[in-house]
């Protein structure tokens, strides 16, 4: 009799474990209360605490060389950032993305929206010259507690410097809650002067398929107090083709440069694909912290402050990249060797 009702214990125990998480982001696979799309609940991604960096005095950094990568998304080992693609219905309302795994672009997009990421222009917004967005300078402005959707002056800096998308080219109208009578469609503003309401005009969004690549700015730098080499992302930037108006690729543009510590609470709590084994997905933060990427090397700090295709193109430009990454494993196997 004891063995029987431990038994129901258990079950009701189980039952009550069928209940939807408490997670920090990303999808997981409870789509309703009572139903587990799978063996388990999947939550110790969602739900995990992000590991700090360890500490680092300055006393301590011997050595520092500052790098930036280019992650092509064409490359295989690439496609757990790449894929799964997201997808518009055909009106642009509707936003379909996978039950159980974001690509990269999904994630910072999402997060964008939210406004949980700060989002740094790449180049100065006021003269639009240098392309500077790196030193994350020029950061867009959103209203405490307002997202994408709440806070007006937050859109429009994202769609009109392309970050997310663009608008549609055509005739705005007035918001159709305030046709006619007129004057509710018409804003008084403080100086006395009146302003029809618009209709905001629809966004053609950039999709996880427009990435081509992502760029990282990095540190690699030699700890004497751990006695290892180390790294640390400094900021990562989504890259698409730049177009002209009539369709042609004219070459590649920034989206923007985000502060990589502070993604990392995002990309702390979201899936990355397992080819090999379904059970053991990581997030990815863990993907950028354990370097399972490939990636090649486009710019050094330097004298000229220049990047390397401006002094080397084709084969010569990806052998001054392995060059540059050679010396740095170099510099590890030195402090060792006796």
């Not at 038994?7 to 309703?32: E, Y």
């Not at 004219?250 to 510590?261: A, I, N, Q, T, V």
Request: contains cysteine.
């Amino acid at each position: 009799m004891k063995s029987l009702i431990a038994s129901v214990g258990i079950l009701a125990t189980s039952f009550v474990g069928f209940a939807q998480p408490d997670v920090n982001g990303g999808p997981i696979n409870v789509p309703v209360e009572g139903v587990i799309d799978g063996i388990v609940i999947q939550e110790h991604i969602p739900t995990k605490k992000m590991i700090p960096y360890e500490f680092v005095r300055e006393a301590d950094m011997i050595w520092s060389k500052r790098v930036w990568r280019t992650i092509d998304m064409r490359e295989k080992m690439n496609h757990t950032l790449y894929l799964p693609f997201d997808e518009f219905s055909p009106d642009g309302t509707t936003w379909t993305r996978n039950s159980s795994r974001w690509s990269l672009w999904t994630v910072i997009r999402t997060n964008i929206i939210n406004a949980n990421i700060t989002v740094y222009y790449p180049f100065n917004p006021v003269q639009q010259s240098s392309v500077d967005g790196d030193q994350f300078k020029y950061p867009v402005a959103v209203e405490t507690g307002k997202n994408f959707y709440t806070d007006s002056l937050y859109r429009k800096n994202l769609v009109e410097y392309r970050v997310l998308g663009q608008e549609e080219d055509g005739p705005r109208i007035p918001i159709p809650s305030r046709i006619p009578p007129y004057e509710d469609s018409v804003l008084v503003l403080p100086d006395g002067t009146m302003e029809v309401v618009m209709e905001p005009r629809k966004v053609i969004w950039i999709t996880s398929k427009d990435i081509v690549e992502y760029r990282l700015k990095e540190d690699w730098f030699f700890d004497k107090e751990r006695s290892v080499l180390d790294v640390r992302i400094l900021g990562i930037a989504p890259v698409v083709y730049a177009k002209n108006s009539t369709g042609q690729i004219e070459g590649m543009r920034e989206l923007c440069w985000l502060y990589f510590p502070q993604c990392r609470f995002a990309f702390n709590n979201y899936f990355v694909y397992n080819p090999k084994n379904d059970a053991q997905w990581m997030s990815f933060d863990d993907l950028f912290w354990k370097r399972q990427f490939t990636s090649v090397i486009y710019k050094q700090s330097n004298t000229f402050d220049r990047k390397i295709e401006s002094f080397r193109s084709g084969l010569d430009a990806l052998m001054e990249s392995e060059k540059i990454t050679e010396e740095i494993r170099t510099l590890e196997h030195d402090v060792w060797h006796f």
